[in-house]
């Protein structure tokens, strides 16, 4: 089972975030995320067992937070445009470190590499000329999910198997 740990929009944000996606498609190519596939990866798994993931989901203690995004950029390297936060939110952070560290715990082994907060809404894509503005919109975190990615054809659908609210959310 191909799991990963992930913050999902509320349903406005993701509308908007889908339609900035498509207009950015017609200048550069490549192929918009879909708007219910738009999520923030916070851990990617891959084929693990989800009892020995939800037992690390459930350790975090994190505070519910804002996600800004603003910050938008290309690259190259794997042909994708994001976006995401010029600086990394302290809460954000903190949900990741706990959640990485929890995951170790039972045994997990992440990636080497250091996390970086960014939204993918675009593969294959050529570099765009230039970036539109982005939406104006809030993304509320009040809980992180377990998430299973289920291939088809027409690309991996998500289903959320477990979620975990965050501290001080509504």
């Known amino acids: 089972m191909r799991l990963f740990f992930a913050l999902w929009p509320p349903p406005e944000a993701a509308r908007a975030l889908a339609e900035w996606a498509r207009a950015v498609e017609k200048a550069c190519g490549g192929r918009a995320t879909r708007e219910n596939s738009i ?27 804002d996600f800004p995004l603003d910050a938008a950029g290309y690259w190259p390297h794997n042909r994708i445009v994001w976006i995401g936060p010029q600086r990394m939110p302290d809460a954000l952070a ?19 590499r250091a996390f970086a ?7 294959k894509a050529a570099r765009p000329a230039a ?38 959310s509504r």
């Open 131 to 168: 970036i539109p503005p982005l939406p104006a919109l809030t993304w509320p975190a009040p809980e992180f999910a377990l998430v299973r990615s289920k291939p088809s054809p027409t690309g991996s659908a998500y289903e959320a198997i477990e979620r975990f609210p965050l501290a001080g």
């Open 117 to 123: 907060a960014h939204v993918t809404l675009l593969r």
């Open 39 to 65: 999520h923030l990866t916070l851990a990617f798994l891959g084929d693990a067992d989800p009892l020995k993931a939800g037992v690390a989901g459930r350790k975090v203690r994190a505070a519910a937070f």
């Open 94 to 112: 903190d949900l990741v470190q706990q959640l990485h560290r929890a995951l170790v715990e039972e045994g997990f082994v992440l990636e080497g």
